[in-house]
């Protein structure tokens, strides 16, 4: 029967059972220090970040936070490995996975501090800024997948690889994915478009061909609207690049067209004044500016006034409202004043002599 130390003594890979024990308690000792020191750090930093009005401890907190746990317990099994007898092959793996490990912790400290940039610069935007809200996000994950294109090839790199060589080989496999993907890309970059030219943002209220509604929110591949009747519209940014998009937040006022008929029997100094009672109506109204008030013609049974105004509110129900309230005063006006709005009529004119000679 074999006692504990000839079971300590026996050889694997190169290594007793006893070495390889101690590797393990090493790896262990290692990984829970490791850990119990990053939360430590964490609680503290995130303390110490609460009491001061710095931006720095902030940051360094939520670096801290990304350190992975994963890759605090590969790097105690790295450490471990040296109370080990290792081949040159193990020895070389061992290198590429830390550098690999390096790497990729590198690539989520620098998350970190993009999501933190980011959020720094979302709490600084006030509402409304729905455009702006949408471009710092598509900014992160661009910044995001830059950096981890960056990281890759130095990984790469370090490995011993020829970066050029695989660079060269992603070109060409690019291209045949740019192919399948063409109508994404084509999403992905429009939004680009979107985001830079800001044609519309986040809560205006546009219409697209035989479409409307105010947008909610501008994506990476789509955009949504909100239509009047309650709605998702969801559209392709690629689609909507190709469209005439009227943007009805951007209009600093509207413009309002209309004629009025009056009877041909009013008389010469009422057709005077209407325009100057016209004027005067729309004058009262705070979000209204008068454009011009003229006697435009002679119809078949009205003589004809044609108005212009612009309420000076791009929103639909200031519009309304204010369109409404004039027609209502226009109409009380009149009304006051004698004046008759001509309707279609017809006049009928009987010759009583006609008729006599007919008797006759």
């Given at each position: 029967m074999l ?8 050889t ?5 059972v ?14 829970f220090?490791f850990?119990?020191?990053l939360k430590r750090l ?6 110490f970040?609460?009491k ?12 801290v ?12 099994i790295?450490v471990?490995?040296f109370f ?9 793996f061992r290198?590429?996975?830390?550098v ?7 690539g ?5 501090f993009?999501d ?8 600084g935007?006030g ?7 949408t471009?710092i ?5 661009f ?6 294109v ?15 060589t ?6 060409v496999?690019?291209i045949?994915?740019?192919l399948a993907?063409?109508?994404v890309l084509g999403?992905?970059i ?8 800001k ?7 546009i ?11 501008i994506?990476?591949?789509t955009t949504r609207?909100?239509s009047?009747s309650?709605e ?9 690049l ?24 009013t008389?010469?100094d ?5 325009p ?6 729309i004058e009262a ?9 003229h006697?435009?013609?002679y119809?078949d049974?009205?003589?004809n ?14 519009y309304r409202?204010v369109q ?7 109409f009380?006006k009149f ?13 009928v ?10 008797g006759?």
């Amino acid at each position: 029967m074999l006692n504990i130390e000839q079971i300590l003594s026996r050889t694997y890979l190169g290594n007793s059972v006893e070495t390889w024990l101690w590797a393990l308690g090493a790896a262990i000792v290692l990984a829970f220090v490791f850990n119990f020191i990053l939360k430590r750090l964490v609680r503290s930093f995130a303390r110490f970040a609460e009491k001061t009005e710095s931006d720095f401890d902030d940051l360094v907190s939520a670096l801290v936070e990304k350190t992975s746990v994963v890759l605090i317990l590969l790097f105690s099994i790295y450490v471990a490995t040296f109370f080990l007898e290792i081949t040159q092959q193990v020895s070389a793996f061992r290198k590429s996975a830390v550098v690999i490990c390096l790497f990729v912790q590198v690539g989520f400290w620098g998350c970190g501090f993009i999501d933190y940039y980011v959020s720094r610069k979302l709490a600084g935007i006030g509402p409304g800024a729905g455009a702006s809200i949408t471009h710092i996000k598509s900014l992160g994950f661009f910044a995001k997948v830059i950096l981890w294109v960056i990281l890759v090839i130095l990984t790469v790199d370090n490995l011993g690889f020829d970066p050029t060589t695989i660079i060269a080989g992603l070109g060409v496999g690019g291209i045949a994915v740019a192919l399948a993907l063409q109508n994404v890309l084509g999403d992905l970059i429009a939004s680009l478009s979107i985001i830079l030219d800001k044609p519309f943002e986040v809560g205006d209220f546009i219409v697209i061909d035989n479409m409307s509604g105010d947008v909610e929110h501008i994506g990476l591949k789509t955009t949504r609207l909100r239509s009047l009747s309650g709605e998702q519209l969801v559209l392709s940014n690629n689609d909507l690049l190709q469209s005439r998009v009227k943007n009805y937040k951007r209009m600093d006022s509207r413009r309002i067209l209309f004629s009025i008929g009056v009877v041909y029997e009013t008389s010469y100094d009422d057709l005077v004044r209407i325009p100057s009672l016209i004027r005067e109506i729309i004058e009262a109204e705070t979000k209204a500016r008068f454009g011009r008030a003229h006697f435009s013609g002679y119809g078949d049974f009205s003589l004809n006034y044609e108005i212009v105004y612009f309420v000076l509110s791009p929103l639909y129900d200031d519009y309304r409202n204010v369109q409404q309230n004039i027609n209502l005063k226009i109409f009380k006006k009149f009304f006051d004043e004698g004046i008759e709005f001509a309707y279609p009529t017809q006049k009928v004119f009987l010759d009583s002599t006609v008729g006599g000679e007919i008797g006759d």
